[in-house]
């Protein structure tokens, strides 16, 4: 396990593509130009990271409005707490521990529209859809015609593809963008393009709803560029455009029509890989993009997505070649295709290979401090080069002379290079100026263990563990506390 991370930034096993923006032509032209990528968590490898971010909502104390009177105020206190360790786990992606907390809050408090929010959406999270269907409609018994559970049940019909109940469902909400939303979105999957056209326009300038209006009318509005265009090209816009909205079942059941029709569509092969990567049906994704990749082996977005479907089922020597392959033929944005390969790399046990991959991010214009803590993690876990690592962390001051990250980077340099008085100097430095800054704690426990100062090594650990518990810092600073209380 790592000595250190700045902030919470632990090594991702693979990254996955959250936002897409890609240009479409006619045919066989389209072009993905990724912009954004997320990490997986590994810290519990049967978790499931939320695929739509909307889906879990941000927990939140008892609200007067909500009907509590039943409750005493140590059962207020017992579901507010509730709520709050399953927020900590939700933040830390273990999710089968928040879904457990939030189902006790909703048995304690079946009135609490947060509990059941923050539940549906952990189990939507998790993929547990059953789960879901069911916690949404016993959420409705109490909240009859809400519209934030309807929404959530109709989304979940939509997860499982059951396309004419989720048409229904959102039918019944009360006019307004949610409802032309949703029922715009679904009448371009049934093909009534005019009625999806209107209901989207009525909202195009929506606060909550525009944006993503606009991403399904862009996509009648690069067809209708093409007077004599084949209608099989619009419903691969609008299938792009399920995929960028991350309504990945139905960019799936759109592409398979596609491909029956033309088998040789190579883009409609690629959308549908996407989404199944998206999805982490990693199998399947690994199939599909073969057959993209045999249609057209120049195509860099096709090996780029089958290096991270390879990634992600730890194949790291295939995934290193064709990452590399989509770097060759020119995949952009460039810093993700290298962020990628260094990641498999790492993953692969190739450290030299993944510190090279890291250094070149260093060059990358706007990338926050964080951007350091890998290849000095390297250099001081896998490589046993704590010069270089100093090295590394200096030039991170440079850049960013107020940042804890960078300055912490340093003192763990120098504490792994045996400088421990050095190194104490900075933490205390930073704990003064940020008291509540956990890793500073962790290293400044680790060097007061070294230099057999226990007591003072065990009140920074507990500091580090009680500000940051159900994280990699924290877990490391459990160990480290407990070792030192059995020795005694």
Do not use: C
């Not at 990254?15 to 990528?37: D, G, H, K, N, T």
């Not at 309807?150 to 009360?174: D, V």
């Not at 799936?252 to 029956?260: C, L, M, N, R």
């Amino acid at each position: 396990m790592g000595k250190f991370l700045g902030i919470l930034f632990g090594l991702s096993l693979i990254a996955l593509i959250s936002v897409i923006a890609w240009r479409v032509y006619p045919e066989e032209v389209l072009q993905f130009v990724p912009e954004q990528l997320l990490g997986i968590n590994t810290e519990e490898k049967n978790q499931k990271k939320s695929i739509q971010d909307t889906s879990v909502k941000k927990n939140k104390p008892l609200e007067e409005k909500e009907d509590h009177e039943d409750l005493s105020p140590k059962e207020l206190e017992d579901i507010n707490a509730l709520l709050e360790r399953g927020k900590g786990f939700l933040e830390s992606g273990l999710l089968s521990l928040a879904i457990t907390d939030f189902t006790n809050a909703t048995t304690l408090a079946p009135d609490n529209r947060t509990a059941w929010s923050n539940l549906i959406g952990s189990q939507i999270s998790f993929r547990d859809y059953s789960s879901a269907e069911s916690s949404a409609k016993s959420a409705l018994i109490h909240f009859p015609n809400d519209q934030e559970f309807l929404i959530l049940l109709g989304e979940i019909n939509m997860q499982k593809s059951k396309f004419t109940e989720a048409k229904r469902i959102f039918s019944s909400l009360p006019d307004g963008p949610a409802k032309n939303f949703y029922l715009g979105v679904l009448n371009a999957y049934f093909e009534d393009y005019d009625g999806a056209k209107e209901l989207l326009g009525k909202i195009a300038n929506n606060k909550e709803f525009g944006d993503q209006a606009q991403i399904l009318l862009g996509a009648f509005d690069e067809f209708s560029l093409f007077p004599n265009g084949n209608p099989l090209h619009l419903r691969l816009l609008i299938t792009k455009a399920f995929n960028d909205l991350h309504f990945f079942e139905m960019a799936i059941q759109s592409s398979k029509k596609i491909i029956k029709e033309r088998e040789e569509y190579r883009d409609a092969w690629i959308i549908l890989g996407h989404s199944y990567l998206s999805l982490e049906r990693y199998d399947l994704a690994k199939n599909i993009l073969r057959k993209a990749l045999e249609l057209d082996p120049t195509k860099p977005e096709t090996a780029f997505f089958l290096g991270l479907a390879e990634t992600a089922q730890e194949d790291f020597d295939s995934a290193i070649t064709h990452l590399s392959m989509a770097r060759e033929n020119g995949f952009i944005p460039q810093a993700e295709v290298t962020k990628a390969l260094a990641e498999a790399f790492l993953a692969g046990k190739f450290y030299d290979a993944a510190r090279k991959e890291y250094e070149k991010l260093l060059d990358v214009r706007g990338a926050p401090v964080e951007k350091y803590i890998q290849p000095i993690r390297i250099s001081l876990e896998f490589l046993d080069d704590p010069k270089t690592a100093q090295k590394m962390a200096k030039m991170a001051i440079e850049n960013y002379p107020d940042s804890e990250v960078a300055k912490n980077l340093l003192a763990w340099a120098l504490l792994e290079d045996g400088k421990l008085g050095e190194a104490r100097e900075i933490l205390e430095e930073i704990i003064a100026q940020n008291p509540n800054f956990a890793p500073a704690h962790l290293n400044l426990g680790k060097v007061s263990e070294q230099e057999e100062k226990y007591e003072e090594a065990l009140e920074h650990y507990r500091i580090a563990y009680d500000l940051s518990p159900q994280t990699e810092i924290g877990t490391i600073a459990a160990q480290k506390y407990n070792a030192i209380v059995l020795q005694e």
